[in-house]
T-cell receptor, first 114, second 113 residues
Protein backbone atom coordinates (compact mmCIF):
# COMPACT_ATOMS: atom_id res chain seq x y z
CA UNK A 1 0.00 0.00 0.00
CA UNK A 2 1.09 3.55 -0.63
CA UNK A 3 1.92 6.05 2.10
CA UNK A 4 3.10 9.61 2.66
CA UNK A 5 5.43 10.67 5.44
CA UNK A 6 5.81 14.18 6.76
CA UNK A 7 8.43 13.88 9.46
CA UNK A 8 8.08 17.40 10.84
CA UNK A 9 4.84 17.97 12.70
CA UNK A 10 5.75 21.60 13.40
CA UNK A 11 8.16 24.02 11.76
CA UNK A 12 8.74 27.42 13.36
CA UNK A 13 10.42 30.04 11.21
CA UNK A 14 10.98 33.78 11.32
CA UNK A 15 9.33 36.04 8.79
CA UNK A 16 11.35 36.54 5.58
CA UNK A 17 13.42 33.43 6.26
CA UNK A 18 13.41 30.49 3.83
CA UNK A 19 11.54 27.31 4.69
CA UNK A 20 11.47 23.70 3.55
CA UNK A 21 8.71 21.28 4.48
CA UNK A 22 9.68 17.68 3.92
CA UNK A 23 7.59 14.99 2.27
CA UNK A 24 8.56 11.43 1.44
CA UNK A 25 6.34 8.82 -0.14
CA UNK A 26 6.21 5.10 -0.63
CA UNK A 27 4.49 3.39 -3.53
CA UNK A 28 5.08 0.35 -5.71
CA UNK A 29 3.67 2.22 -8.73
CA UNK A 30 4.04 5.69 -10.16
CA UNK A 31 2.31 8.52 -8.38
CA UNK A 32 1.12 12.03 -8.79
CA UNK A 33 2.02 14.35 -5.92
CA UNK A 34 0.31 17.33 -4.37
CA UNK A 35 0.73 19.91 -1.65
CA UNK A 36 -2.34 21.37 0.01
CA UNK A 37 -2.57 24.17 2.58
CA UNK A 38 -5.21 24.46 5.29
CA UNK A 39 -5.79 27.74 7.07
CA UNK A 40 -7.57 27.66 10.44
CA UNK A 41 -11.20 26.57 10.18
CA UNK A 42 -11.02 26.28 6.42
CA UNK A 43 -10.89 23.50 3.88
CA UNK A 44 -7.83 22.43 1.93
CA UNK A 45 -6.48 24.57 -0.90
CA UNK A 46 -4.25 23.17 -3.61
CA UNK A 47 -0.79 24.78 -3.57
CA UNK A 48 0.84 22.83 -6.38
CA UNK A 49 0.97 19.48 -8.09
CA UNK A 50 3.38 17.23 -9.92
CA UNK A 51 1.85 15.10 -12.68
CA UNK A 52 4.71 14.76 -15.20
CA UNK A 53 7.40 16.74 -16.97
CA UNK A 54 9.69 19.15 -15.16
CA UNK A 55 10.49 17.94 -11.68
CA UNK A 56 10.45 21.50 -10.32
CA UNK A 57 6.90 22.73 -9.98
CA UNK A 58 5.79 26.18 -8.98
CA UNK A 59 2.58 26.90 -7.18
CA UNK A 60 0.63 29.72 -5.67
CA UNK A 61 1.87 32.14 -3.03
CA UNK A 62 5.52 31.75 -4.08
CA UNK A 63 5.82 28.09 -3.13
CA UNK A 64 7.65 25.50 -5.18
CA UNK A 65 8.43 21.82 -4.84
CA UNK A 66 10.84 19.39 -6.44
CA UNK A 67 9.98 15.81 -7.31
CA UNK A 68 12.89 13.45 -6.67
CA UNK A 69 12.08 9.95 -7.81
CA UNK A 70 15.28 8.35 -6.56
CA UNK A 71 14.76 9.73 -3.08
CA UNK A 72 10.97 9.37 -3.26
CA UNK A 73 10.63 12.92 -2.02
CA UNK A 74 8.56 15.99 -2.84
CA UNK A 75 9.78 18.73 -0.52
CA UNK A 76 8.02 22.09 -0.44
CA UNK A 77 10.06 25.29 -0.36
CA UNK A 78 9.60 29.03 -0.13
CA UNK A 79 12.53 31.45 -0.21
CA UNK A 80 10.94 34.05 2.05
CA UNK A 81 7.90 33.41 4.23
CA UNK A 82 5.27 35.82 5.48
CA UNK A 83 3.13 35.81 8.58
CA UNK A 84 0.19 34.94 6.35
CA UNK A 85 1.85 31.61 5.45
CA UNK A 86 1.10 30.32 8.95
CA UNK A 87 -1.07 27.27 8.28
CA UNK A 88 -1.00 23.49 8.10
CA UNK A 89 0.50 21.93 5.00
CA UNK A 90 -0.37 18.49 3.70
CA UNK A 91 1.49 16.40 1.17
CA UNK A 92 -0.62 13.89 -0.75
CA UNK A 93 -0.30 11.33 -3.50
CA UNK A 94 -2.57 9.78 -6.10
CA UNK A 95 -1.74 6.60 -7.98
CA UNK A 96 -1.18 7.18 -11.69
CA UNK A 97 -2.78 3.91 -12.64
CA UNK A 98 -6.12 4.77 -11.24
CA UNK A 99 -7.78 4.65 -7.89
CA UNK A 100 -9.99 7.35 -6.64
CA UNK A 101 -8.47 8.81 -3.54
CA UNK A 102 -5.75 11.03 -2.26
CA UNK A 103 -3.49 9.56 0.39
CA UNK A 104 -2.36 12.27 2.77
CA UNK A 105 0.55 12.76 5.10
CA UNK A 106 -0.08 13.75 8.69
CA UNK A 107 0.57 17.42 7.99
CA UNK A 108 3.17 20.01 9.01
CA UNK A 109 2.17 23.06 11.01
CA UNK A 110 4.16 26.05 9.73
CA UNK A 111 4.34 28.86 12.25
CA UNK A 112 5.83 32.10 11.01
CA UNK A 113 7.04 34.44 13.75
CA UNK A 114 8.06 38.09 13.70
CA UNK B 1 -17.39 30.98 -9.24
CA UNK B 2 -18.90 29.19 -6.27
CA UNK B 3 -16.77 26.60 -4.57
CA UNK B 4 -17.70 23.43 -2.73
CA UNK B 5 -20.11 24.17 0.09
CA UNK B 6 -20.95 22.03 3.10
CA UNK B 7 -23.62 22.24 5.74
CA UNK B 8 -23.88 22.50 8.61
CA UNK B 9 -20.52 24.02 9.45
CA UNK B 10 -20.77 22.67 12.99
CA UNK B 11 -22.89 19.90 14.43
CA UNK B 12 -23.11 18.78 18.03
CA UNK B 13 -25.06 15.61 18.65
CA UNK B 14 -25.63 13.15 21.42
CA UNK B 15 -24.18 9.68 21.27
CA UNK B 16 -26.60 7.31 19.57
CA UNK B 17 -28.31 9.92 17.40
CA UNK B 18 -28.21 9.94 13.59
CA UNK B 19 -26.69 12.84 11.66
CA UNK B 20 -26.73 13.96 8.05
CA UNK B 21 -23.98 16.03 6.49
CA UNK B 22 -24.50 17.76 3.17
CA UNK B 23 -22.13 18.62 0.36
CA UNK B 24 -22.78 20.82 -2.68
CA UNK B 25 -20.00 20.30 -5.22
CA UNK B 26 -18.81 22.76 -7.81
CA UNK B 27 -21.28 22.87 -10.67
CA UNK B 28 -20.29 20.49 -13.45
CA UNK B 29 -17.95 18.40 -11.33
CA UNK B 30 -18.86 14.77 -11.84
CA UNK B 31 -16.60 13.32 -9.16
CA UNK B 32 -17.25 13.80 -5.46
CA UNK B 33 -15.25 12.60 -2.46
CA UNK B 34 -15.74 12.48 1.29
CA UNK B 35 -12.80 12.56 3.69
CA UNK B 36 -12.57 12.62 7.45
CA UNK B 37 -10.02 14.64 9.39
CA UNK B 38 -9.43 13.71 13.01
CA UNK B 39 -6.61 14.25 15.49
CA UNK B 40 -5.73 10.62 15.80
CA UNK B 41 -6.10 9.51 12.20
CA UNK B 42 -5.23 12.53 10.08
CA UNK B 43 -7.02 12.83 6.73
CA UNK B 44 -8.77 9.64 5.66
CA UNK B 45 -10.63 8.85 2.48
CA UNK B 46 -14.20 7.67 3.03
CA UNK B 47 -16.04 7.34 -0.29
CA UNK B 48 -15.92 8.37 -3.93
CA UNK B 49 -18.80 9.10 -6.29
CA UNK B 50 -18.70 9.26 -10.06
CA UNK B 51 -22.04 10.69 -11.04
CA UNK B 52 -24.60 9.09 -8.77
CA UNK B 53 -22.78 5.80 -8.31
CA UNK B 54 -20.20 5.05 -5.67
CA UNK B 55 -17.60 2.71 -7.14
CA UNK B 56 -15.31 3.10 -4.16
CA UNK B 57 -16.69 2.86 -0.62
CA UNK B 58 -13.56 1.31 0.78
CA UNK B 59 -12.92 4.02 3.34
CA UNK B 60 -16.24 3.88 5.17
CA UNK B 61 -15.25 2.78 8.70
CA UNK B 62 -18.39 0.82 9.54
CA UNK B 63 -21.88 0.02 8.33
CA UNK B 64 -23.15 2.94 10.39
CA UNK B 65 -21.78 5.19 7.66
CA UNK B 66 -23.56 5.62 4.34
CA UNK B 67 -23.67 8.19 1.59
CA UNK B 68 -25.73 8.98 -1.43
CA UNK B 69 -25.63 11.40 -4.28
CA UNK B 70 -28.66 12.52 -6.24
CA UNK B 71 -28.88 14.18 -9.63
CA UNK B 72 -25.13 13.98 -10.00
CA UNK B 73 -24.84 16.91 -7.64
CA UNK B 74 -25.62 17.13 -3.92
CA UNK B 75 -24.33 14.40 -1.65
CA UNK B 76 -25.37 13.44 1.86
CA UNK B 77 -23.21 11.52 4.31
CA UNK B 78 -25.26 9.82 7.01
CA UNK B 79 -23.89 8.48 10.26
CA UNK B 80 -26.27 6.33 12.26
CA UNK B 81 -26.06 5.73 16.00
CA UNK B 82 -23.15 8.14 16.36
CA UNK B 83 -20.27 7.27 18.67
CA UNK B 84 -17.72 9.56 20.28
CA UNK B 85 -15.01 8.32 17.96
CA UNK B 86 -17.03 9.74 15.06
CA UNK B 87 -16.12 13.24 16.24
CA UNK B 88 -14.06 14.78 13.44
CA UNK B 89 -14.16 17.27 10.60
CA UNK B 90 -15.83 15.80 7.54
CA UNK B 91 -14.51 17.25 4.30
CA UNK B 92 -16.08 17.02 0.89
CA UNK B 93 -14.20 17.54 -2.38
CA UNK B 94 -15.17 17.56 -6.03
CA UNK B 95 -13.36 17.37 -9.33
CA UNK B 96 -13.97 17.20 -13.04
CA UNK B 97 -13.59 13.87 -14.79
CA UNK B 98 -9.91 13.87 -13.96
CA UNK B 99 -9.54 13.01 -10.28
CA UNK B 100 -6.30 14.79 -9.90
CA UNK B 101 -7.38 18.26 -8.89
CA UNK B 102 -9.76 17.97 -6.03
CA UNK B 103 -11.39 21.12 -4.66
CA UNK B 104 -12.31 20.96 -1.00
CA UNK B 105 -15.16 22.47 0.94
CA UNK B 106 -14.75 24.11 4.37
CA UNK B 107 -15.85 20.97 6.20
CA UNK B 108 -18.41 20.07 8.84
CA UNK B 109 -17.11 19.79 12.38
CA UNK B 110 -19.00 16.98 14.11
CA UNK B 111 -18.88 16.67 17.88
CA UNK B 112 -20.51 13.67 19.52
CA UNK B 113 -21.14 14.14 23.23
Amino acid sequence: AQSVTQLDSQVPVFEEAPVELRCNYSSSVSVYLFWYVQYPNQGLQLLLKYLSGSTLVKGINGFEAEFNKSQTSFHLRKPSVHISDTAEYFCALHLTGGGNKLTFGTGTQLKVEL
Amino acid sequence: GAGVSQSPSNKVTEKGKDVELRCDPISGHTALYWYRQSLGQGLEFLIYFQGNSAPDKSGLPSDRFSAERTGGSVSTLTIQRTQQEDSAVYLCASSLVSPYEQYFGPGTRLTVT
